[in-house]
């Protein structure tokens, strides 16, 4: 039993963490964005607040709607960033049964 324990912390320890990276939309170009995230699959996008510099604004956006969860789907969405007030990405969003959007 000692030596299971032993093995699972030891196992435990080499994995690497699985943390989703944060990045500052505002210093990074419109490409850059998008590149990032179509790499990494998912990352935290942040920026500041328009209307309240001191406000900080942040979402998790996903390559595609294989980085959502059960009962999601991965729609468009804008984010500021350097060069352009309206990078296109996507973020997840709980899929609504009752707006006839997914029926077929």
Partial sequence: MKRAILTLCIVMVTFPALAINRYDVKSM?????????NREGAAILRWQSTRNPSLPLYNRYVKNGFYCNAGEYAKSAYVPTRDNS?????ECEDIDFDDGILVR
């Fill in 29 to 37: 170009s419109c490409a850059a964005v998008q590149q990032t995230v």
């Fill in 86 to 90: 309206n990078c296109r990405v996507r």
